[in-house]
């Protein structure tokens, strides 16, 4: 069964740095470009950064460009969301999605999510 | 930036046909893909390049785009699909836009 699986969320003063992980089970996890999607409490979805296979490409919301890195470690099936210089919109519920090429590069499945709670 | 606009609410009776909208310019010239999201619950893709349906995804879900409106429609909606929904495109600057979400009432 395809699982992924975040960690790592937590409530952190505004300034600090938290690191989210993803875990990733029953696929090919070097095969696939990964994504990580935010969903503020009561708010819509909201795109954040994705990475390609090898880790060499990568994309950001203009919202977390220069605060955010996501990376990769394929020897370990994991994607990462290091997370710098919070604020308080950054508070939201985070998944990590797979961009499934077998249906049209949407974005399938999801992780459960971790949520992060950012206060001043 | 390419933005996607849905309806905040929609209401249906159960048994009946429901249609939620999603617009954008020129959006029949873009695959959308529609996801199902239950309280407490991730996403789950129901709809993939406009119109095709993942395996375990009942038929009575069905997806159109053309011009500026693509359209998720839900026939004879069961209590079960009480949900939001919310699309979404590929775009060349912001790689993936999504729209706002729909809040689906079944009542």
């Known amino acids: 069964e395809v699982q992924l699986e975040e960690s790592g969320g937590g409530s952190i003063h505004r300034g600090g740095s938290l690191r989210l992980s993803c875990a990733a089970s029953g696929f090919t996890f070097r095969n696939y470009w990964m994504h990580w999607v935010r969903q503020g409490p009561g708010k819509g979805l909201v795109w954040v950064a994705r990475i390609n296979t090898d880790g060499s490409g990568t994309n950001y919301a203009d919202a977390v460009k220069g605060r955010f890195t996501i990376s990769r470690d394929n020897a370990k099936n994991t994607l990462y969301l290091q997370m710098d210089n919070l604020r308080g919109e950054d508070t939201a519920m985070y998944y990590c999605?797979?961009?499934?090429?077998?249906?049209?590069?949407?974005?399938?499945?999801w992780g459960q999510g971790t949520l992060v709670t950012v206060s001043s | 930036s390419y933005v996607l606009t849905q309806p905040p609410s929609v209401s249906v009776s159960p048994g009946q046909t429901a249609s939620i909208t999603c617009s954008g310019d020129?959006?029949?010239?873009?695959?959308v893909y529609w996801y199902q999201q239950k309280p407490g619950q991730s996403p789950l893709l129901v709809i993939y390049e406009d119109r095709k349906r993942p395996s375990g995804i009942p038929e009575r879900f069905s997806g159109s785009n053309s011009g500026n409106t693509a359209t998720l429609t839900i026939s004879g909606t069961q209590a079960m699909d009480e949900a939001d929904y919310s699309c979404q495109t590929w775009d060349n600057i912001t790689p993936v836009i999504f729209g706002g979400g729909t809040k689906l009432t079944v009542l």
């Open positions: 020129k959006l029949g010239n873009k695959y």
């Open positions: 999605a797979r961009e499934d090429f077998y249906s049209g590069n949407s974005l399938d499945p």
